[in-house]
T-cell receptor, first 111, second 114 residues
Framework: AQRVTQPEKLLSVFKGAPVELKCNYS??????LFWYVQYSRQRLQLLLRHISRESIKGFTADLNKGETSFHLKKPFAQEEDSAMYYC?????????????FGTGTQLKVEL | GAGVSQTPSNKVTEKGKYVELRCDPISGHTALYWYRQSLGQGPEFLIY????????DSGLPNDRFFAVRPEGSVSTLKIQRTERGDSAVYLCASTRGTGSHEQFFGPGTRLTVL
């Protein structure tokens, strides 16, 4: 069975401080990992995916298969980063890719 | 173009009633997913459509839940004999096709069963 764990419900940091949102997963196959973000009063949207190896809005995430982790990092937090962040794992289903989400981490960036 | 839309945005019903939730995917997106998000939880997969057919309905919690997509575009999630435990935000997402494509989410329908 596939599972995603986000141990922190709330993470509060000061503006300009580094951010790390933790995500661990369990999956028997080769996983595809994503970070989705939900800003206040907006819909859930993709932030980044591990196969793209991109930096989006200053965020990066590296897939560590040895530690089964996909932590989200940003060196300097900005006020506009305050949002709910969900780590998700994609599992193949009937040709599609259903997502298994963690419980989410609320990031609050304080001035 | 327009994103995924869902109607109604809010639905309040009484225990035992029947409800229908509608999802309009992005035009041309062949794959459509339904998720349910309970308070304090992440979205949980319910059902996946590729075209008109349900390719995976393993996430539907019981036979009170049913979904259709008769013309391969709009989808309706139907819940019979609603229970208080069905209260949640129901999310719809669509993608261009199979494979590892970004899922575009709708705003959700907040269902409250009194």
């Amino acid at each position: 069975a596939q599972r995603v764990t986000q141990p922190e419900k709330l993470l509060s940091v000061f503006k300009g401080a580094p951010v790390e949102l933790k995500c661990n997963y369990s999956y028997s196959g080769s996983p595809e990992l994503f970070w989705y973000v939900q800003y206040s009063r907006q819909r859930l949207q993709l932030l980044l995916r591990h196969i793209s190896r991109e930096s989006i809005k200053g965020f990066t995430a590296d897939l560590n298969k040895g530690e089964t982790s996909f932590h989200l990092k940003k060196p300097f937090a900005q006020e506009e980063d305050s949002a709910m962040y969900y780590c998700a794992l994609s599992g193949v289903t009937g040709g599609g890719n259903k997502l298994t989400f963690g419980t989410g981490t609320q990031l609050k960036v304080e001035l | 173009g327009a994103g995924v839309s869902q109607t109604p945005s809010n639905k309040v019903t009484e225990k035992g009633k029947y409800v229908e939730l509608r999802c309009d995917p992005i035009s041309g997106h062949t794959a459509l997913y339904w998720y349910r998000q309970s308070l304090g939880q992440g979205p949980e997969f319910l059902i996946y459509f590729q075209g008109t057919g349900a390719a995976d309905d393993s996430g539907l919690p019981n036979d009170r839940f049913f979904a259709v997509r008769p013309e391969g575009s709009v989808s309706t999630l139907k819940i019979q004999r609603t229970e208080r435990g069905d209260s949640a935000v129901y999310l719809c997402a669509s993608t261009r096709g199979t494979g590892s494509h970004e899922q575009f989410f709708g705003p959700g329908t907040r269902l409250t069963v009194l």
